[in-house]
């Protein structure tokens, strides 16, 4: 299945949570999309945890075979997979460029990375899905400095709110000081399900 780019809205309604952003349509309607959206029936043990898991693939904006791999890796490594899977993610770089302010969305976070407006310890990296390191610098490429679309995003931005990450204002870089903490991960996903699903 490629990513999907149809209505965010859409998405948005089927999980009853702005995954997206703030979102105007949904503020008012609250049922699941289609026409037998306000009467569907109890949803089985199954369901809930697959809902679980599409609704992280469409929060990261991750395809099912990124994001089975890195379950795979999380479940190798120490620790409580669930939240090392949520950590993954939020290492992704293009995640991290949106959480930096520097793209509004992460989808424009993705298209900064992928058209190469995006440093690393400052080398350009083109790949959405590289992982960053704790220590490394993410930044604004110098030629890309002067965008519109970014210099809007980063206007009146809370740099202040992810306690694991740091933002230069005047070299317009960013440093990822440690990898977040479950409790400061603002999205509301529960990740146990994600880890029982592929449990079976």
Known sequence: MARYTGPKTRIARKFGEPIY?????????????????AS????????????????????????ERQFRNMFEKAAKKK??????????????????????????????????VSHRHIVVDGEVVGIPSYHVKPGQLVG????????????????????SKYPWLEWDETSKTGKLLHVPERADIPENIKEQLIVELYSK
Not at 24 to 34: E, S, Y
Not at 42 to 58: D, F, H, M, N, V
Not at 140 to 159: C, M, Q, T
């Open 21 to 37: 952003g703030p979102d105007k349509v949904l503020a008012k309607r609250t049922n699941p999309p289609g026409q037998h959206g």
């Open 40 to 63: 569907r029936k109890k949803t089985s043990e199954y369901g809930i945890q697959l809902r679980e898991k599409q609704k992280a693939k469409y929060t990261y904006g991750v395809l």
């Open 79 to 112: 620790g409580i997979t669930g939240e090392i899977l949520l950590q993954l993610l939020e290492s992704r770089l293009d995640n991290v460029v949106y959480r930096l302010g520097i793209a509004r969305t992460r989808d424009a976070a993705r298209q900064l």
């Open 140 to 159: 604004v490429r110098e030629r890309s400095k002067s965008l519109e679309v970014i210099a809007d995003s980063l206007a009146g931005f809370n740099h």
